[in-house]
């Protein structure tokens, strides 16, 4: 997360669009007309890749304004997705923008097959070509310094996609001094080239785009912020069933349950619990919810039931070198029988089946605990929960 508060980082990527769209206009411009002086494909594909920059910049600038909207009744979680849904338009610009260059640079390539003139370059068009790569370069240097001031995947990924367009000039430059060699198919080669590295680029940000709004893995950082900060707070046993969502940059929404003693007042533990959740929000940005479980501590009947199952976990999740961890627990005695009702939670790379995890842990503590235990267990398989 950045240090600069959200309207100044909304203001920041806002000026940064407004460059690259000046810039990228400022290109297209040039290498359009060296390109219809010259009669070259492979710059005028350059050209519509500048222009499809300029496009791209216009709406990055479009996703920092709305997502700079506050809250409101149809969008009570804010605006901020704005950027992954200009991403993804982006990216699909861009992907057919690639198949249209593409299919020209192959008309291109055909047409000097069958004896069309070479591409007449002048000094005027390498010049341009050149000088396109060096501001391309300078303007990769300014996204990734104003991406890193503000924690922006945008910018980033915009200073990436701007040295694949200084390598993509360089290309043509490439192109510009062959034709002389190896004559007028030099030109679909090169436009060919270009055509095939923004498409697998718009390809790329298609899936990266669409994975941010399906849903990602949260930020590992971010996770560990949170554990070590709930568990910092004095009575907090341990916590798990932690679930992050985010709504946009710095706009996080989680869940976890704490583990607190149960002998403690209720009313005393629900304070803690409101403590933590407000903090949360007044000096992280994360709106938590806590749901408190109660754990049973010093009653050797139940701590000794709860150490034979550490053991019977701990020996299958070695067996099958898969992590598995046991939370929720407690024990309901009874006049013919005990139920004892724990979580388990598990990944879905564990080779067992559920019903073969909860059978084998069953016929273990049977031998250990004896029969008259009642083993209650709800399966955490990553995402997925069943009951037995």
């Not at 907090?236 to 709504?247: A, K, Q």
């Amino acid at each position: 997360m950045a240090d600069l508060p959200t309207n100044k980082r909304n203001e920041t990527g806002r000026n940064a669009g407004i460059v690259g769209i000046a810039v990228n206009l400022l290109l297209f411009a040039a290498k359009l007309f060296a390109g219809i002086l010259s009669g070259s494909v492979s710059i005028i594909a350059d050209a519509m890749n500048n222009l499809t920059d300029a496009g791209s910049s216009i709406l990055v600038l479009i996703g920092y304004v709305v997502s700079s909207k506050p809250a409101d009744r149809e969008h009570p979680y804010g605006h901020a997705r704005m950027e992954y849904i200009c991403s993804l338009f982006i990216s699909v610009i861009v992907t057919v923008l690639g198949i249209e260059l593409l299919r020209s640079s192959w008309n291109s390539f055909m047409a000097a097959i069958n004896g069309g003139e070479a591409a007449t370059y002048g000094t005027l068009a390498l010049v341009i070509m050149i000088a396109s790569a060096a501001v391309k370069l300078a303007l990769a240097v300014y996204y990734r310094a104003v991406g890193q001031k503000i924690d922006s995947d945008s910018l980033r990924a915009s200073s990436v996609d701007s040295i694949c367009d200084v390598c993509s000039s360089a290309a043509v430059i490439v192109g510009i001094l062959l034709t002389p060699v190896i004559g007028p198919v030099a030109d679909g080669i090169c436009g060919a080239l270009i055509a095939v590295y923004i498409l697998v680029m718009g390809i790329k940000l298609i899936r990266e785009a669409a994975d941010t709004l399906l849903g990602t893995s949260p930020d590992i950082e971010l996770i560990k912020m949170i554990v070590s900060k709930i568990k910092s707070y004095d009575g907090v046993l341990g916590i798990h069933d932690l679930v992050v969502h985010t709504y946009g940059f710095d706009k996080y929404f989680a869940s976890v349950h704490v583990e607190m003693d149960a002998a403690r007042d209720t009313m005393e533990s629900h304070d803690i619990i409101d403590n933590i959740e407000a903090d949360f929000a007044q000096n992280t940005g994360v709106q938590l919810v806590i749901h408190l479980d109660p754990v049973t501590l010093n009653d050797p009947r139940v701590d000794s039931i709860h150490e034979k199952l550490h053991r019977i976990i701990d020996e299958l999740a070695s067996a099958y070198s898969c992590p598995i961890s046991l939370h929720d627990f407690r024990v309901v005695f009874g006049v013919t029988h005990t139920n004892v009702i724990f979580d388990i939670a598990i990944t879905h790379e564990f080779p067992l089946s559920n019903d073969e995890i909860v059978k084998t842990i069953r016929e273990d503590a049977a031998r250990s605990l004896g029969e008259e235990y009642n083993l209650v267990i709800t399966i955490d398989r990553d995402y997925s929960t069943t009951r037995y």
